[in-house]
């Protein structure tokens, strides 16, 4: 997937379908999230790892893959199979649970570990202006998806963070006004924080395992 073009005097966060920013929680309901727009928040996300460097590789193409695209399809296949029990990732979840079903739960939590991962790593990489995204993301991998991944899936996910861009040809990429670039990354990655977080502890409760 190819990054979208930025217009002269944005940023590519200003391109996205949907920011997690936008993303509905509603407080009063148990801090339900919407189905469609997280999807589509989540979608709009792999756009960044298609931004085009001075590297022949595409940031991270592999963790794009296992953590977005194929875990999104599965949430989105029960929503659409079950659009009434579907209107929050929550009700999504309990509801195909009742059913016996399991596939979309799985494929979410999948899908949250992913941002889980993704989220650290870029909060990190804004903090730690001298450090390269590779290592960034080689901290988060361990402290997110790696316990979970197998012997084969590992090397695999090493040989993808290592084909990441220096940050120096990053970044601009995002947006031509760096402060600008900055300022939008945080309030999207906090709002990112909060969006996993309420999934996270939603998925530790003994009604949403299996």
């Excluded at 217009?7 to 929680?25: E, H, N, Y």
């Excluded at 893959?65 to 990732?89: F, M």
């Excluded at 998806?145 to 220096?166: D, E, N, Q, R, T």
Aim: overall charge neutral; charged content about 25%; aromatic content about 8%.
């Amino acid at each position: 997937m190819s990054a979208p073009e930025v217009p002269q005097g944005a940023t590519l966060l200003s391109t996205f379908k949907r920011s997690f920013v936008d993303v509905p929680i509603d407080a009063e309901k148990d801090n339900a999230i919407s189905t469609t727009e997280f999807l589509e928040a989540a979608e709009s996300l792999t756009t960044m790892f298609g931004v085009p460097t001075s590297t022949p590789n595409e940031l991270i193409p592999a963790i794009r893959r296992r953590t977005s695209l194929t875990e999104n399809k599965k949430i989105r296949d029960r929503q659409l199979a079950a659009p009434a029990e579907s209107e929050t990732l929550q009700a999504l979840v309990l509801n195909e649970l009742k059913a016996k079903s399991h596939k979309a739960a799985e494929g979410l939590v999948w899908l949250v570990r992913g941002l889980d991962f993704t989220c650290i790593a870029l909060s990190q990489n804004l903090a730690k202006t001298s450090e390269e995204l590779a290592d960034s993301f080689r901290g988060a991998y361990g402290a997110t998806l790696k316990p979970h991944h197998g012997i084969l899936v590992k090397p695999v996910f090493s040989a993808a963070m290592s084909a990441c861009p220096y940050r120096k040809d990053f970044y601009p990429k995002l947006g031509a006004d760096q402060d600008a670039v900055t300022a939008e990354l945080r309030t999207y990655l906090t709002a990112l924080e909060k969006v996993v977080g309420i999934l996270k502890g939603f998925q530790e409760r003994k009604e949403a395992k299996w």
